[in-house]
């Protein structure tokens, strides 16, 4: 159970006495950034087993390297490059798991889509949406990703991906373009 005291506690203090082998103390940072880390894993992955254990895995790799953040950007920003790190990872090992047994007879590849869909609990537009996203190359996904569905400005995406401003802003307006002619052909 999270010690109620540590709900007020900034998260320098939190790093601190986790740090100091203080459990409580990392499972409200746990507690404070679950969500964020389930949104944006589950928007590149989709609502898979995978996207949960990669969600675990997040925290896991935070747990162990928690000693190496200095503090000079936002805690949250820490964790979400821990998040899209294993999630790209897991992007491209299923990419090369799929490729493996996915040949023709000619030495051609297919094309996979790499999430799961879970029909029976999504509305038919979110379906759409989701299908149209997963079809992007990662590179633009994990931009619209972080641009439209999680709210971070530009400038925040640009610090978290560690990518020039003027990359970021390109990779949308590709990404978008790409999207709308997702859409239209579904």
């Known amino acids: 159970m999270i010690n109620e005291s540590y709900k007020v506690t900034e ?5 601190k006495a986790s740090l100091n082998g203080d459990k409580n103390a990392f499972g409200e940072i746990v507690n404070r950034y679950q969500k964020m880390v389930a949104r944006t894993v589950k928007g590149m992955l989709g609502d898979s087993i995978f996207a949960e254990d990669i969600g675990q895995e997040v ?17 949250s920003t820490y964790i ?20 493996l047994f996915s040949q023709k007879a000619n030495n051609e590849m297919y094309e996979f889509e790499i999430a799961d869909y879970d029909t029976q609990e999504r509305k038919e537009a979110s379906e759409i949406v989701h299908k ?24 925040e995406t640009a ?8 990359t970021v802003l390109s990779r949308l307006s590709r990404a978008q373009d790409q999207l709308r002619n997702i859409l239209v052909k579904l």
């Open 11 to 15: 998260e320098v203090e939190l790093v």
């Open 59 to 75: 925290f896991i790799n935070l747990y162990y390297s928690l000693s190496e953040f200095r503090g000079e950007a936002k805690l």
């Open 80 to 99: 979400q490059k821990i998040a899209i790190n294993l999630t790209l990872n897991e992007i491209k090992r299923r990419k090369r798991f799929f490729s």
């Open 132 to 155: 149209a996203l997963m079809g992007l190359d990662p590179k633009f996904r994990i931009i619209l990703t972080m641009r439209m569905l999680q709210g971070y400005t530009t400038k």
């Open 159 to 166: 610090e978290i991906l560690d990518l020039p401003l003027g």
